[in-house]
Protein backbone atom coordinates (compact mmCIF):
# COMPACT_ATOMS: atom_id res chain seq x y z
CA UNK A 1 0.00 0.00 0.00
CA UNK A 2 1.29 3.60 -0.77
CA UNK A 3 0.56 6.18 1.30
CA UNK A 4 -0.72 9.39 -1.19
CA UNK A 5 1.35 12.56 -0.36
CA UNK A 6 0.63 16.11 -1.39
CA UNK A 7 2.88 17.00 -4.43
CA UNK A 8 5.97 19.24 -3.86
CA UNK A 9 5.70 22.59 -3.24
CA UNK A 10 7.89 26.08 -3.91
CA UNK A 11 9.61 26.93 -0.38
CA UNK A 12 8.40 30.58 0.54
CA UNK A 13 11.62 32.94 -0.04
CA UNK A 14 11.94 34.79 2.99
CA UNK A 15 13.22 38.30 2.64
CA UNK A 16 17.09 38.27 2.10
CA UNK A 17 16.37 35.98 -0.50
CA UNK A 18 13.36 37.92 -2.30
CA UNK A 19 16.21 40.71 -2.00
CA UNK A 20 19.06 38.56 -3.50
CA UNK A 21 16.59 37.38 -6.04
CA UNK A 22 15.22 40.74 -7.01
CA UNK A 23 19.37 41.67 -7.23
CA UNK A 24 19.98 38.70 -9.16
CA UNK A 25 16.85 39.66 -11.95
CA UNK A 26 18.51 43.22 -12.23
CA UNK A 27 21.71 41.96 -13.40
CA UNK A 28 21.12 39.51 -15.90
CA UNK A 29 18.47 41.62 -17.11
CA UNK A 30 20.99 44.65 -17.58
CA UNK A 31 23.13 41.55 -19.10
CA UNK A 32 20.41 40.47 -21.66
CA UNK A 33 20.14 44.17 -22.48
CA UNK A 34 23.61 45.23 -22.57
CA UNK A 35 24.66 41.98 -25.04
CA UNK A 36 21.59 42.45 -27.65
CA UNK A 37 22.65 46.62 -28.06
CA UNK A 38 26.01 45.64 -28.01
CA UNK A 39 25.28 43.25 -31.45
CA UNK A 40 22.60 45.48 -32.80
CA UNK A 41 23.26 47.89 -36.06
CA UNK A 42 24.47 51.31 -36.28
CA UNK A 43 25.68 51.22 -32.49
CA UNK A 44 29.09 52.74 -32.54
CA UNK A 45 32.17 50.61 -31.51
CA UNK A 46 33.03 52.61 -28.16
CA UNK A 47 29.79 52.32 -27.17
CA UNK A 48 29.66 48.47 -28.40
CA UNK A 49 32.39 47.85 -26.42
CA UNK A 50 31.09 49.70 -23.18
CA UNK A 51 27.85 47.41 -23.23
CA UNK A 52 29.77 44.21 -24.06
CA UNK A 53 31.88 45.48 -20.49
CA UNK A 54 28.73 46.29 -18.86
CA UNK A 55 27.18 42.75 -19.99
CA UNK A 56 30.49 40.84 -18.72
CA UNK A 57 30.17 43.03 -15.16
CA UNK A 58 26.51 42.28 -14.50
CA UNK A 59 26.60 38.62 -15.55
CA UNK A 60 29.82 38.49 -13.00
CA UNK A 61 27.52 40.19 -10.39
CA UNK A 62 24.31 37.60 -10.68
CA UNK A 63 27.02 34.83 -10.23
CA UNK A 64 28.67 36.60 -6.84
CA UNK A 65 24.68 37.12 -5.94
CA UNK A 66 24.09 33.42 -6.22
CA UNK A 67 22.69 33.37 -9.23
CA UNK A 68 19.10 32.31 -10.05
CA UNK A 69 17.37 30.25 -8.11
CA UNK A 70 16.16 26.75 -9.52
CA UNK A 71 14.51 24.53 -7.15
CA UNK A 72 13.66 22.04 -9.91
CA UNK A 73 10.22 22.06 -9.13
CA UNK A 74 9.39 24.09 -12.24
CA UNK A 75 9.22 27.53 -12.73
CA UNK A 76 9.19 29.96 -9.98
CA UNK A 77 5.77 31.21 -9.15
CA UNK A 78 5.90 35.44 -9.68
CA UNK A 79 7.06 37.23 -7.05
CA UNK A 80 5.92 40.38 -5.84
CA UNK A 81 5.29 42.77 -8.77
CA UNK A 82 6.62 46.09 -7.38
CA UNK A 83 9.75 44.46 -6.56
CA UNK A 84 11.24 43.17 -9.35
CA UNK A 85 12.06 44.27 -13.28
CA UNK A 86 9.22 43.23 -15.12
CA UNK A 87 8.89 40.40 -17.39
CA UNK A 88 8.44 42.15 -20.72
CA UNK A 89 10.90 41.70 -23.56
CA UNK A 90 13.73 44.99 -22.97
CA UNK A 91 14.15 47.28 -25.30
CA UNK A 92 17.72 46.43 -26.23
CA UNK A 93 19.25 50.03 -26.81
CA UNK A 94 21.91 51.92 -25.21
CA UNK A 95 19.46 54.50 -23.88
CA UNK A 96 17.10 51.42 -22.43
CA UNK A 97 20.41 49.79 -20.63
CA UNK A 98 21.10 53.56 -18.60
CA UNK A 99 17.39 53.53 -17.83
CA UNK A 100 17.54 49.73 -16.90
CA UNK A 101 21.16 50.37 -14.72
CA UNK A 102 19.90 53.50 -13.22
CA UNK A 103 16.55 51.89 -12.02
CA UNK A 104 18.71 49.09 -10.69
CA UNK A 105 21.05 50.70 -8.97
CA UNK A 106 18.31 52.76 -6.87
CA UNK A 107 16.47 49.00 -6.07
CA UNK A 108 20.26 47.99 -4.76
CA UNK A 109 20.93 50.77 -3.02
CA UNK A 110 18.02 50.81 -0.78
CA UNK A 111 18.73 47.00 -0.48
CA UNK A 112 21.67 47.60 0.69
CA UNK A 113 20.88 49.78 3.76
CA UNK A 114 17.94 47.39 4.80
CA UNK A 115 19.50 43.99 4.13
CA UNK A 116 19.78 42.33 7.63
CA UNK A 117 23.02 40.53 6.51
CA UNK A 118 25.92 42.92 7.04
CA UNK A 119 28.22 40.94 4.44
CA UNK A 120 24.84 41.02 2.27
CA UNK A 121 24.54 44.74 2.62
CA UNK A 122 28.24 45.19 1.84
CA UNK A 123 27.95 43.15 -1.53
CA UNK A 124 24.71 45.21 -2.44
CA UNK A 125 26.31 48.67 -1.53
CA UNK A 126 29.10 47.76 -4.18
CA UNK A 127 26.86 46.58 -7.05
CA UNK A 128 24.80 49.50 -6.66
CA UNK A 129 27.80 51.95 -6.83
CA UNK A 130 29.64 49.81 -10.20
CA UNK A 131 25.83 50.07 -11.32
CA UNK A 132 25.69 54.04 -11.03
CA UNK A 133 29.37 54.32 -12.64
CA UNK A 134 28.01 51.76 -16.07
CA UNK A 135 25.51 53.87 -16.05
CA UNK A 136 27.17 57.60 -16.62
CA UNK A 137 29.92 56.03 -18.46
CA UNK A 138 27.25 54.39 -20.97
CA UNK A 139 24.95 57.49 -20.69
CA UNK A 140 28.51 59.81 -21.74
CA UNK A 141 29.11 57.73 -24.45
CA UNK A 142 25.63 57.49 -26.17
CA UNK A 143 24.73 61.17 -25.44
CA UNK A 144 21.83 60.70 -23.13
CA UNK A 145 20.91 61.35 -20.15
CA UNK A 146 22.99 59.76 -16.35
CA UNK A 147 21.74 58.55 -13.38
CA UNK A 148 21.71 61.33 -10.49
CA UNK A 149 24.14 60.65 -7.83
CA UNK A 150 22.75 59.40 -4.52
CA UNK A 151 22.82 61.90 -1.90
CA UNK A 152 26.19 62.49 -0.12
CA UNK A 153 25.29 64.90 3.14
CA UNK A 154 26.78 63.21 6.25
CA UNK A 155 23.92 63.32 9.16
CA UNK A 156 24.25 65.57 12.05
CA UNK A 157 24.03 64.46 15.73
CA UNK A 158 20.97 63.95 16.82
CA UNK A 159 21.32 66.77 19.63
CA UNK A 160 22.97 69.25 17.14
CA UNK A 161 21.40 72.01 16.03
CA UNK A 162 24.49 73.41 13.93
CA UNK A 163 23.77 74.26 10.19
CA UNK A 164 24.58 72.00 7.47
CA UNK A 165 28.14 71.88 7.02
CA UNK A 166 30.55 72.01 3.63
CA UNK A 167 30.27 68.57 3.64
CA UNK A 168 26.41 69.35 2.65
CA UNK A 169 27.69 70.76 -1.36
CA UNK A 170 27.35 67.83 -3.39
CA UNK A 171 25.92 67.51 -7.05
CA UNK A 172 21.92 67.34 -6.92
CA UNK A 173 20.22 64.04 -6.57
CA UNK A 174 16.58 62.74 -7.58
CA UNK A 175 17.03 61.40 -4.13
CA UNK A 176 15.33 63.91 -1.06
CA UNK A 177 15.34 63.52 2.84
CA UNK A 178 18.25 63.13 5.15
CA UNK A 179 20.29 60.08 5.56
CA UNK A 180 20.05 58.29 9.08
CA UNK A 181 22.93 58.57 11.38
CA UNK A 182 24.58 55.06 11.06
CA UNK A 183 24.62 53.03 14.23
CA UNK A 184 26.59 50.03 15.03
CA UNK A 185 30.22 51.54 14.63
CA UNK A 186 32.69 51.36 17.12
CA UNK A 187 34.64 54.59 18.30
CA UNK A 188 37.48 52.88 16.87
CA UNK A 189 35.95 52.32 13.40
CA UNK A 190 34.99 56.34 12.81
CA UNK A 191 38.34 57.49 14.14
CA UNK A 192 39.85 55.31 11.70
CA UNK A 193 37.35 56.84 9.25
CA UNK A 194 37.78 60.75 10.46
CA UNK A 195 41.90 60.37 9.98
CA UNK A 196 40.89 58.45 6.07
CA UNK A 197 39.13 61.61 4.91
CA UNK A 198 41.63 63.92 6.84
CA UNK A 199 44.49 62.41 5.45
CA UNK A 200 43.18 62.18 2.09
CA UNK A 201 42.52 66.46 2.21
CA UNK A 202 45.84 66.56 3.26
CA UNK A 203 47.71 64.81 0.90
CA UNK A 204 45.87 66.54 -1.88
CA UNK A 205 46.24 69.94 -0.38
CA UNK A 206 49.98 69.03 -0.72
CA UNK A 207 49.85 67.83 -4.64
CA UNK A 208 47.76 70.74 -5.16
CA UNK A 209 50.34 73.22 -4.11
CA UNK A 210 52.35 70.86 -6.22
CA UNK A 211 50.58 71.21 -9.13
CA UNK A 212 48.69 73.38 -12.05
CA UNK A 213 46.04 73.61 -14.41
CA UNK A 214 43.16 71.31 -14.06
CA UNK A 215 45.25 69.08 -11.98
CA UNK A 216 45.10 71.27 -9.03
CA UNK A 217 41.79 72.68 -9.49
CA UNK A 218 40.64 68.97 -9.29
CA UNK A 219 43.12 67.97 -6.40
CA UNK A 220 42.24 71.05 -4.32
CA UNK A 221 38.46 70.57 -4.54
CA UNK A 222 38.67 67.45 -3.37
CA UNK A 223 40.89 68.42 -0.19
CA UNK A 224 38.65 70.32 0.67
CA UNK A 225 35.79 68.15 0.17
CA UNK A 226 37.58 65.49 2.76
CA UNK A 227 38.23 67.71 4.85
CA UNK A 228 35.24 68.66 5.24
CA UNK A 229 33.79 65.51 5.59
CA UNK A 230 36.54 64.71 8.07
CA UNK A 231 35.29 67.56 9.84
CA UNK A 232 31.33 66.06 9.61
CA UNK A 233 32.11 62.58 10.82
CA UNK A 234 34.15 63.68 13.79
CA UNK A 235 31.73 66.11 14.71
CA UNK A 236 29.07 62.99 15.01
CA UNK A 237 31.36 60.61 16.46
CA UNK A 238 31.63 63.51 19.52
CA UNK A 239 35.87 63.96 19.12
CA UNK A 240 35.27 67.48 17.47
CA UNK A 241 37.30 69.35 19.41
CA UNK A 242 38.14 67.01 22.25
CA UNK A 243 41.10 64.89 23.52
CA UNK A 244 39.77 62.09 21.55
CA UNK A 245 39.89 63.79 18.18
CA UNK A 246 42.41 61.56 16.30
CA UNK A 247 43.20 64.18 13.69
CA UNK A 248 46.37 65.30 13.22
CA UNK A 249 48.50 68.29 11.73
CA UNK A 250 50.44 66.34 9.29
CA UNK A 251 50.96 62.79 7.97
CA UNK A 252 53.83 60.88 5.73
CA UNK A 253 53.36 61.54 2.17
CA UNK A 254 52.65 58.56 -0.18
CA UNK A 255 55.80 58.14 -2.94
CA UNK A 256 56.40 61.67 -3.62
CA UNK A 257 57.90 60.10 -7.19
CA UNK A 258 54.04 59.61 -8.15
CA UNK A 259 51.91 61.08 -10.29
CA UNK A 260 49.15 63.15 -8.54
CA UNK A 261 46.51 61.44 -10.51
CA UNK A 262 47.69 58.26 -9.53
CA UNK A 263 48.14 59.47 -5.86
CA UNK A 264 44.52 60.45 -6.01
CA UNK A 265 43.19 57.19 -7.54
CA UNK A 266 44.71 55.35 -4.93
CA UNK A 267 43.56 57.68 -2.30
CA UNK A 268 39.73 57.31 -3.47
CA UNK A 269 40.08 53.62 -3.87
CA UNK A 270 41.32 53.19 -0.09
CA UNK A 271 38.17 55.21 0.95
CA UNK A 272 36.02 53.07 -1.39
CA UNK A 273 37.18 50.13 0.48
CA UNK A 274 36.63 51.68 3.82
CA UNK A 275 32.95 52.88 3.36
CA UNK A 276 32.37 49.19 1.97
CA UNK A 277 33.84 47.80 5.31
CA UNK A 278 31.79 50.34 6.97
CA UNK A 279 28.31 49.12 5.29
CA UNK A 280 29.28 45.95 6.33
CA UNK A 281 29.35 46.65 9.96
CA UNK A 282 26.53 49.07 10.08
CA UNK A 283 23.11 48.27 11.16
CA UNK A 284 19.87 47.64 8.87
CA UNK A 285 18.24 51.29 8.03
CA UNK A 286 21.69 53.27 8.98
CA UNK A 287 23.53 52.52 5.49
CA UNK A 288 22.39 54.72 3.04
CA UNK A 289 24.99 57.34 3.71
CA UNK A 290 27.86 55.10 3.51
CA UNK A 291 26.65 53.28 0.18
CA UNK A 292 26.78 57.04 -1.03
CA UNK A 293 29.89 57.79 -0.11
CA UNK A 294 31.24 54.41 -1.41
CA UNK A 295 29.66 55.47 -4.92
CA UNK A 296 31.12 59.14 -4.73
CA UNK A 297 34.53 57.35 -3.87
CA UNK A 298 34.52 54.45 -6.51
CA UNK A 299 33.33 57.41 -9.39
CA UNK A 300 36.15 59.89 -8.19
CA UNK A 301 38.65 57.28 -8.69
CA UNK A 302 37.49 56.73 -12.17
CA UNK A 303 37.71 60.62 -12.80
CA UNK A 304 41.55 60.07 -11.63
CA UNK A 305 41.92 57.24 -14.68
CA UNK A 306 40.80 54.10 -12.69
CA UNK A 307 39.21 51.72 -14.31
CA UNK A 308 35.17 51.22 -13.29
CA UNK A 309 34.96 47.69 -12.07
CA UNK A 310 32.08 45.45 -11.23
CA UNK A 311 32.97 45.13 -7.19
CA UNK A 312 34.02 48.72 -6.12
CA UNK A 313 35.52 49.04 -2.76
CA UNK A 314 36.01 45.12 -2.44
CA UNK A 315 39.01 44.18 -3.38
CA UNK A 316 38.86 40.13 -2.83
CA UNK A 317 36.72 40.11 -5.88
CA UNK A 318 38.34 42.16 -7.91
Known sequence: MRLETPPPTE????????????????????????????AADGVKSDVAAELELIAEATTLQAQQLGGEYDSGLGDIVAEDAGASPSATTPEQTPRAVVTSLRDAATRTRAAADQAQAGPLG?????????QTLYARDLAQLAGVRGPAL??????????SGAEPSEASATPASAETGPAAVPTGLSAEELDALVLAEDSAGYALEVRAAQADGEVRTRAHDRARL????????????????TEEDPRRVAYALRDPDMATPDLARGLEEDLAQNYATLIGLAEPGTRAILVALLTDA???ATQWGAPAVPFPGLPERA
Open 11 to 38: PVPDAAEVVRRTAVADALLVADQADGAA
Open 122 to 130: RLLGSISAA
Open 150 to 159: PPTEIPEPAE
Open 226 to 241: HRARAQAWAVLAGTDG
Open 298 to 300: ALA
